[in-house]
């Protein structure tokens, strides 16, 4: 099944929440276990020059490779910091030509209705379209059993950043993911 120009039928938005949400045992163990990192925010320069975000410590990174409806293969960058609190994810990628990027809202959409499979009842709770230093982004939030789940993307040209917060109930919209979602910047 191809969804959003990946067809392996994951788009970079459900890719953060199908490795949450795979195994939430584990996530609780790793959150509870004593192996969350403090919170010493740091900025990173993500790949392609454009965006710039805060994470709560050194995050964990992985390049993973997706692909395009086309068949064209691509990195996708997977960066995460596991705190006491939640699980916060950064993951950015740049599509290929042989995918329609012509219209940032609607790929954004695609990404943010496919992303829903794994929040309960399919569905987001709510989501927010903004404009983001003059780009389309969205900021959707939904839950599943005892987790929230807090979804923020955005695009420039063909490069996609997608944020993905998952903790316990009541901590989506906590001050340290607020100042996550509020931290990207775009570049010029």
């Known amino acids: 099944m191809t969804i959003n120009g990946l067809?392996?039928?994951i788009t970079l938005q459900c890719r953060s929440l199908a490795v949450?949400?795979?195994a939430?045992?584990?996530?609780?163990a790793l959150l509870w276990s004593g192996?969350?990192?403090s919170q010493t925010w740091q900025t990173l320069d993500l790949p392609g020059?454009?965006?710039t975000v805060e994470m709560p410590g050194p995050p964990k990174y992985e390049q993973m490779p997706v692909q395009s409806?086309?068949?064209?293969?691509f990195p996708m960058h997977h960066y995460l910091v596991e705190t006491t609190n939640g699980s916060y994810v950064a993951?950015?990628?740049s599509y290929p030509n042989d995918v329609d990027v012509s219209n940032?809202?609607?790929t954004l959409q695609g990404g943010a209705d496919s992303a829903a499979y794994v929040i309960e009842g399919g569905k987001w709770d709510s989501i927010s379209w903004v404009q983001h230093q003059g780009l389309d982004a969205f900021d959707a939030f939904g839950h599943r059993k005892e987790f929230e789940v807090r979804l923020y993307s955005i695009m420039k040209s063909r490069l996609a950043l997608v944020l993905c917060y998952t903790g316990a109930s009541n901590t989506s919209r906590s001050a340290d993911v607020e100042r996550f979602i509020a931290s990207v910047r775009v570049r010029n």
Do not use: Q, Y
Not at 24 to 28: F, I
């Open 104 to 106: 940032p809202r609607n």
């Open 20 to 22: 949450r949400f795979a």
């Open 49 to 51: 020059d454009v965006f």
């Open 69 to 73: 409806e086309g068949g064209t293969e």
């Open 91 to 93: 993951e950015i990628a």
């Open 35 to 37: 192996s969350a990192v």
């Open 24 to 28: 939430p045992a584990l996530t609780l």
């Open 7 to 9: 067809s392996d039928g």
